[in-house]
């Protein structure tokens, strides 16, 4: 059975053996849902847009949910040598990739390392944060999604939500990457079974009019890595959450043995072009 929805800014495909586990797809997309109620930036209303607007300003009681990706953020944050920061929101606003729901003028914008826990769950800032958990967040919502299929009883299957893709099962599944230089052209990676993978590359991006999603957090000044950024980079990882973080980290360093691979048992793939 293999059912697809346009969730998390991109399409969502869930594919499983069973053909009778409608039920099991349908709890699997409402926690995609769920994640992308709490922490999608273009929705002004979510709860990643309210610690966006008022950390600063009190402290905040977020959603399990949220406190486990921010507590990752965080640990990937001191890690990957600060190559990895969600707190670049602003950058991306200004690069015009994301909407413009709060104006930061004449504020020092912090980073990831300025939240801090009051408790569990509840988070302050002493800065003001703009905080883009995006692909962090669409790989942990594959991963909600794989949770929620096996507590339903299904065996094995894929959830892939634009490249972000986890395997679970004892079905050993054949994994394809894209050409960088010939993206209609698929390459044979080989067998996954019971992990993820992610993938960031400008496939289909016209190189010299659309510039890349990924920007280095620890430039001194607001610039993207387009002309920098080539090829793809892809990292295997036990779950999707570390795999498509990490994926930032291969590309800004383009270093195969980054140390926070081992610290996440994952591997990098480049594919230059």
């Known amino acids: ?24 797809i349908q709890s699997a997309f409402e926690q995609i849902k769920k994640v ?34 921010l ?19 602003h950058r991306l606003i200004t690069a015009g990739l994301l909407p413009k729901h709060i104006d930061f003028a004449n504020h020092g914008i912090g980073g990831i390392e300025d939240l801090y826990f009051i408790d569990h769950d509840r988070i302050c800032s002493l ?10 967040a669409k790989g942990f919502a594959v991963d909600e999604a794989v949770k929620a299929l096996i507590k339903e009883g299904v065996s094995s299957g894929i959830v892939n939500a634009g490249g972000d893709l986890r395997v679970f099962g004892n079905e050993p ?13 698929l390459i044979e990676l080989g067998a ?9 590359a400008l496939y289909f991006a016209k190189r010299d009019q ?25 990292v295997l990882a036990k779950e999707c959450v570390y795999a498509d973080a990490l994926t930032k980290v291969l590309a800004l360093s383009r270093q195969g043995h980054h140390p926070c691979f081992a610290r996440y048992s994952a591997q990098a793939i480049q594919i230059a072009l």
């Open 1 to 24: 059975m293999r059912r697809c929805q346009p969730l998390l800014g991109t399409f969502v495909e869930i594919s499983i053996a069973d053909q009778n586990a409608h039920h099991a």
């Open 36 to 69: 992308e109620q709490l922490m999608s930036f273009h929705n002004a209303d979510s709860e990643l847009s309210i610690i966006n607007a008022q950390v600063h300003c009190k402290s905040i009681r977020v959603h399990p949910w949220t406190a486990q990706i």
């Open 71 to 89: 507590r990752i953020a965080q640990d990937l944050n001191v890690h990957s040598g600060g190559l990895f920061n969600c707190g670049i929101g």
């Open 127 to 136: 800065r003001p944060l703009c905080l883009d958990l995006g692909g962090i």
């Open 173 to 185: 599944q054949t994994i394809y990457l894209r050409n960088p230089q010939l993206p209609q052209h």
């Open 192 to 200: 996954l079974s019971n992990g993820a993978i992610a993938t960031s």
């Open 210 to 234: 659309q510039h890349s999603h990924i920007i280095n957090p620890l430039s001194k000044i607001d610039f993207d890595i387009h002309e920098q950024f080539s090829g793809s980079y892809s």
